[in-house]
């Protein structure tokens, strides 16, 4: 991946994939924030970033964040990141390499034809000069950048410049653009594909099976389990990353899971999955197999029986034809072509003769020639028997002893093996009075291994036996390798809508396990929850209480014309939650925003019942990521993901505002968090969907949001019972006039002392009380002790002689006095 930003805040991104062969070129995005660097990382997943000498600092800082620390010499940084996010090298690159120009010389000469057929057109496109520059025998650069014009944005010139160091020295490496908002666009900084670290640090690490994860604490991870193939998983993660804004496709993902979750079917299930687990992923086959791989054909004779058992196993479950999918794999799976593929590949490899020898071989009875070959070899110890059998007989008495064997080694040939003299390092026989001298090949394992003329003899005779077997079984394979690409983009497509099939399996297993329900999806600009429940908390507490969320945002264009809104419903579109500490209020708005996000990944949600509204964004203000490594403080991170919700909201986004303001002055903290409520509820038509919670209770007191009809108030009700380490919270309408900071101090262990004191002067600040005269009352106790300490006679008496000496009176009474006094203070 190739990114850049400029002072301005406008960004560039391109990544290239080369197991696909696809640049993708990012819209140009202007006004970016390091959280939109995140998300473009873990949508890109990239496992090298270029980055230009020149980038600025926050780009740099942003990239650099997880780094175990840069490398002088190679000017290179490894990332560390866990969960899907692998690590990635960042490599500042000089930056002449990402001049505008070179990359669209570079991008022109493409070959347009064999791009794929994009949904984004651009039907004008001219170079920078505004003039076609004619190229002899050629269509001209005019041309040339017209029809790059229809898949690209010539427009995204720092995707474009940035573009080139992507291709390959081929130029038919297809091209599209991509951007963000084509999909619900969500922060990166979530638990939606985060998982959590596990608390043992022995147990993180960068390794496939643990990946420094614990117990997959994230929604990515209580469905990434239950898929089986490779393309699967990969089109999970795409779902998840993807959140869809088509209604069409979130209600056939529904209707999909719906049909798969049936429990007549469980036993149809489970063969599934079972056969699932068998199927390997035909595209990065297919991409070995064109590269020379052999092993491949193994997997892909596996592939077709288990596809042909899969289909049969779709076409057995009744109702399957009114399911969209399982059409599209029937008509995608040619049982002829599979079978065939399947039947050429079983007739040429001999897969038991290929586990033992840990190569792909070819069944006997294929070729004739290999089939003598192997049967000369496989004859090869007899032959060396006799071999030995005669060389003796033509050596010295004395030397036939130290003569142990003849042998065949590959690339070496025949020779023969004499036993070592360890004084003087060489054989105790080395071909003495023979008419040619023997040729000292190697030593080992007490032997010497020599070359004699016998030796040369068979060689010339009967060659390299094994290699010959080698090189003719490379060729029958590669022959049979261009027998199967023959087929690969059916076999490619097969394996997609397989991948598919997994990926909604995983949806629905997980969606059973959990008990979720299949939400209502709508175009109306709305969010009705009814007994609505965090699908991560409710897994790590004994009980969980459900509720409720009304929410409806401005009025906005319908996505499709063919569909009417409906805004009439009597719902805010600004929802402001006030209550105690510990109660629940920033569960509330992350479990919302959850149920939203899932229900249009088309899964089914944790809720008694919901309507959701196409949702196109959620933004948050919800956690601030502090580290030392980050030039920034609390407050400013927040500020800035405030300012990015502003900037990017639009009627259906969905904003989650939490505690704006704590990390400065509290009248500062006020006046902003009112003025950011103010400012999303006058937008009018344009209002978005927010959930706030604050503890700013002066903003309510002060009546500072009067007026707002779109607005509304709720808390959380608890039971409060001071000498109760549990309590239940329910969302009610209404706000709520405290905090109990004091009540929540004492469960987290702060002394009763401590927790009284606070409680005696929150209640002096209630009754507006000068907190100053009312802290210097000093109580009749104190007062006492006082007056006699002011009329303690302090007067030195001469020193008595040592024998003499009584305690000194002085020192214990003033010890005394201090010690009364310290109590006196401790209980103030």
Known sequence: MAIDMQHNGDLGCAYYVAVDEVLHLLEDVAMASTDLIETLLLHSHPTTILLSARAPEILVQALERNSEGPDAALGLWYCSKHSIRNAYILRSMNSADFHYESAREKLSKLDIDQLNQQSMHYATVVDDDNHAIGEPGGESHQGHMLRLGATINAESKLARRRSTQYLPDHTDAMIEMFSLFNSMFIN???????????????????????????????????????????????????????????????????????FLSQPSYAESIGALSKALGKIGNMKSCMGLLRKGGRKVSVYNNRFAAYTLQIRDLIQGMPGAAELGLASKITATIDPVQVRHVGDIITQTIDFEQSEERGRTAVRHGVDVELDELKRSYDGMEHF?????????????????????????????????????????GKGCYDGEGSEEPWECIFAADGCVYYKNMQMREMDAQFGDAYCMIIDREIEIIHSLSVSVLEHEASLVAISEVLGELDSMLALALGSCQQNWIRPQITLDNVIEIQGGRHPLQELVVPSFIANDCYLAGGIDQPLSSSVEQHNEKDHPSTLVLTGPNHSGKSVYLKQVALIVYLAQIGCYVPAENAIIGITDRILTRVATRESVGRNESAFSIDLRQVAFSINFATPRSLILVDEFGKGTDSLDGIGLMTALLDHFTSLGEQRPKVLAATHFHEIFDSDFLHGHSNLALAHMDIHLDLHADISEEQLVPGRSTSSFGSR??????????????AEELVLLQARDEDLEVACSILTEEESHKLEMAEHLDLTPRPRE????????????????????????????
């Open 384 to 424: 060396l028997t006799r071999v030995l059998a005669s060389l003796r007989q033509q050596l010295p008495e004395w030397a036939r002893t130290y003569i142990q064997n003849c042998s065949f080694l590959p690339q070496l040939g025949f020779l023969t093996v004499v036993t070592l003299e360890p004084k003087t």
């Open 801 to 828: 002689s040592t024998s003499a000496r009584q305690p000194d009176l002085y020192r214990n009474m003033l010890r005394q006095i201090f010690n009364d006094n310290t109590v006196g203070l401790s209980d103030a």
């Open 188 to 258: 990166a900084d979530t638990i939606i594909m985060q998982p959590e670290f596990h608390p043992n640090s022995h147990q993180r690490g960068s390794g496939t099976s643990n990946a420094g994860s614990k117990e997959s604490l994230s929604i990515y991870g209580l469905f990434h389990r239950h898929a089986r193939t490779k393309q699967g998983r990969a089109k999970l993660r795409q779902i998840f990353l993807r959140p869809s804004l088509d209604v069409d496709l979130i209600r056939s993902r529904q209707h999909a899971i719906a």
């Open 744 to 757: 929540c101090a004492a469960l987290n262990g702060i002394s009763d002392a401590i927790v009284a004191r």
